[in-house]
């Protein structure tokens, strides 16, 4: 099932297949070819792609990975405790919100970041209600400290702020152009999907998401769509609904 844009002037006249996404980035695709820190030229080129979809009138989220600073489970391998490296995680997608909306708002476009564990002044306490106003003022929301809880992903966080701010589809930037049926970069056999369903994707062990985020975007009828962000143009291209990526379905 193929979700079907609102009517809106707007996305009509320029051609949008969605008025609402939510984009999940991950933290090693702003660490640029080392995949750590934040690589200002990356972090540059994602937001330029993410002001034309404004500029296009799409009402954007977004939900950002801490893995280019931090990741959780790593650091239960290195000896810290799994809560506290959760929590240092959290903290990590924080710093990479406050870089990404600094960059939007040098490329003029207004945003608005939430974070799940409060932290005024660094960000605003996350509200539904807020995020919906914000939405509908044309600002970018920008969605850190995953769920606010350990032992959940940023996968996970952005399902479910996908499904409470109604997005019409979850688009998860990677730098593969899409789901294969192998590692691409291991198995030159590998096959790439164009379109496939949950089940499918589950029965074939294919690691697209976690399965509690995986398991609330069929629940929610919320299709995913993975395409490679690293090519300056896809995110319009799948905006526009062009084949790109391959698109996972209820």
Request: include cysteine; hydrophobic fraction near 40%.
């Given at each position: 099932?193929?979700?079907?844009?609102?009517?809106?002037k707007l996305y009509m006249?320029?051609?949008?297949?969605?008025?609402?996404?939510?984009?999940?980035?991950?933290?090693?695709?702003?660490?640029?070819?080392?995949?750590?820190?934040?690589?200002?030229?990356?972090?540059?080129?994602?937001?330029?792609?993410?002001?034309?979809?404004?500029?296009?009138?799409?009402?954007?989220?977004?939900?950002?990975?801490?893995?280019?600073?931090?990741?959780?489970?790593?650091?239960?391998?290195?000896?810290?405790?799994?809560?506290?490296?959760?929590?240092?995680?959290?903290?990590?997608?924080?710093?990479?919100?406050?870089?990404?909306?600094?960059?939007?708002?040098?490329?003029?476009?207004?945003?608005?970041?939430?974070?799940?564990?409060?932290?005024?002044?660094?960000?605003?306490?996350?509200?539904?209600?807020?995020?919906?106003?914000?939405?509908?003022?044309?600002?970018?929301?920008?969605?850190?400290?995953?769920?606010?809880?350990?032992?959940?992903?940023?996968?996970?966080?952005?399902?479910?702020?996908?499904?409470?701010m109604k997005a019409e589809?979850?688009?998860?930037?990677?730098?593969?152009?899409?789901?294969?049926?192998?590692?691409?970069?291991?198995?030159?056999?590998?096959?790439?999907?164009?379109?496939?369903?949950?089940?499918?994707?589950?029965?074939?062990?294919?690691?697209?998401?976690?399965?509690?985020?995986?398991?609330?975007?069929?629940?929610?009828?919320?299709?995913?769509?993975?395409?490679?962000?690293?090519?300056?143009?896809?995110?319009?291209?799948?905006?526009?609904?062009?084949?790109?990526?391959?698109?996972?379905?209820?």
């Amino acid at each position: 099932m193929k979700c079907k844009p609102r009517e809106n002037k707007l996305y009509m006249k320029t051609g949008m297949k969605y008025k609402r996404v939510l984009l999940k980035l991950s933290g090693e695709s702003l660490g640029g070819p080392n995949q750590q820190g934040i690589d200002p030229v990356r972090l540059k080129e994602f937001c330029s792609s993410i002001a034309q979809a404004v500029q296009a009138g799409v009402e954007t989220g977004i939900v950002l990975g801490g893995g280019n600073i931090f990741r959780g489970l790593k650091g239960v391998d290195k000896g810290f405790d799994r809560v506290k490296g959760d929590y240092m995680g959290m903290l990590a997608t924080v710093i990479n919100g406050l870089a990404l909306q600094s960059e939007l708002e040098n490329q003029g476009i207004a945003s608005r970041l939430f974070t799940a564990i409060r932290m005024e002044p660094v960000g605003e306490g996350y509200s539904r209600d807020k995020v919906m106003q914000a939405l509908k003022q044309k600002e970018v929301v920008i969605f850190t400290a995953g769920t606010g809880n350990p032992f959940f992903t940023t996968d996970t966080a952005a399902a479910l702020r996908a499904v409470e701010m109604k997005a019409e589809v979850l688009l998860k930037g990677t730098r593969v152009d899409g789901v294969y049926s192998a590692d691409p970069e291991k198995d030159k056999t590998a096959i790439r999907f164009s379109e496939i369903t949950f089940d499918e994707a589950y029965n074939r062990g294919l690691h697209i998401m976690d399965l509690t985020a995986f398991t609330l975007c069929k629940e929610n009828s919320l299709p995913v769509i993975v395409f490679n962000m690293h090519e300056k143009a896809n995110l319009m291209r799948v905006l526009r609904g062009d084949a790109t990526g391959t698109l996972i379905i209820p």
